[in-house]
């Protein structure tokens, strides 16, 4: 069962959320040193160089979140975020007391954010940075460099609840992002056939409609409906007849391409998009799947039990210019292969009567 592809405004939907978080660290970040300034008192001399530290920060937040040109949300622009908090807490630390400073678990909001946003790779990434930082806070001139490498198993100490911070967030976090995707999928899933369901379709279907009308390209609608279910519900019993809907899905799944989209709309009814696919064509492909469920059969018990199919075909441009209108039509289409003795394929036509 794999998550259907998040159409883009969703994707940007989920970082739109992110981002929010993100600036909202940002400025907590912000609020922190201030308060350290106001009231945890640096020397008199250093005092300047925090208040610059935080003007710059605050006008890359500024610029960055709330002018119209960064706007468009990505992981990157994320992930440029918290390597310049790490910069602007690397800054603040210096001039705060350095590995003393009350202000050193601050990098804990960067690892935080970046085990949540942005993966394994980025927050061990940013953790080797952040431990290099800690080497250059460390220091006090550079004949002391060898001595703090020396000092490194204090360090160490100092450097293992970010480790350990990093690595129990990644892990929480890549756990519920698998729920999130298993969740996605069941709620896109027929449970009885495997295809996308109805709401999954409408998704996909809006997405690849989409592109057909911006390059007017052809593409065509198959409402399918079994013939028959009923009979074999009320003869063999529900089991049978869930067996013949899983089998005409693989059936009709198998005549279609990769490309093709195929979901059960609810019942005995299956739809079916297919991109760039002229009314002909559409014909072609409809009639191939009608033959292969004739010529297919479900085992009940020791019987072997045939069951035909009904299609209805409605093609854009020609038979609707949107998405909904085309589904009627294809509807109404298959209403007349039902009415002229089923087992049959037929095409929307202007004659028939418009539900849209
Ligand atoms: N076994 C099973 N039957 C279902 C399921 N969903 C709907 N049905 C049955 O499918 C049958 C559909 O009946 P009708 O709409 O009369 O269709 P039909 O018997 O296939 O005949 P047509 O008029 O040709 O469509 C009903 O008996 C429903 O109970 C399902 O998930 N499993």
Redesign the pocket.
């Known amino acids: 069962m794999k998550p259907i592809d998040l159409p883009v405004s969703l994707e940007r939907e989920e970082l739109r959320g992110l981002a929010r978080t993100v600036a909202e660290i940002e400025w907590l970040l912000l609020v922190l040193v201030l308060l350290y300034q106001a009231f945890g008192g640096p020397k008199e001399e250093d005092r300047a160089a925090i208040s610059m530290a935080m003007m710059f920060f605050a006008a890359f937040v500024l610029t960055f979140r709330y002018t119209n040109f960064y706007r468009t949300e990505s992981r990157w622009k994320i992930a440029i975020e918290t390597w310049v908090m790490i910069v602007f807490i690397t800054w603040s630390l210096w001039f705060t007391g350095k590995l003393g400073s009350p202000l050193l678990n601050c990098y804990l909001l960067v690892i935080i954010t970046s085990a949540l946003t942005l993966g394994k790779l980025s927050t061990a990434a940013e953790l080797l940075v952040i431990s290099l930082a800690l080497l250059m806070l460390g220091h006090e001139s550079a004949q002391d460099w060898l001595l703090s490498l020396s000092n490194i198993g204090g360090m160490a100490v100092l450097f293992v609840p970010f480790i350990l911070v990093g690595y129990v967030t990644t892990m929480f976090s890549a756990d519920i992002r698998y729920g999130l995707s298993k969740v996605k999928a069941l709620s896109e899933t027929d449970e009885?056939t495997g295809l996308l369901n109805r709401r999954a379709f409408s998704i996909v279907a809006t997405r690849m409609f989409g592109q057909a009308t911006r390059y007017t390209r052809p593409l065509s609608i198959l409402m399918i409906?079994?013939?028959?279910?009923?009979?074999?519900?009320?003869r063999y019993g529900?089991?049978?007849?869930?067996d013949?809907?899983r089998m005409l899905a693989q059936c009709i799944q198998h005549e279609l391409r990769s490309t093709d989209v195929l979901a059960r709309q609810?019942?005995?009814e299956f739809v079916a998009l297919l991109p760039e696919t002229s009314a002909a064509s559409a014909r072609e492909v409809a009639e191939r799947v009608r033959h292969a469920v004739e010529n297919a059969r479900t085992e009940v018990g020791s019987e072997l039990v045939q069951n035909t199919i009904?299609i209805g075909i409605a093609t854009y441009p020609d038979d609707g210019r949107i998405l909904e209108t085309l589904l009627v039509n294809a509807d109404s289409a298959l209403y007349r292969a039902?009415a002229a003795g089923?087992n049959l394929v037929a095409e929307f036509t202007a004659s028939e009567p418009d539900l849209a």
């Open positions: 009885l409906d079994s013939d028959g279910l009923k009979q074999v519900n009320d529900h089991g049978a007849g869930d013949m809907l609810g019942g005995d009904s039902k089923r």
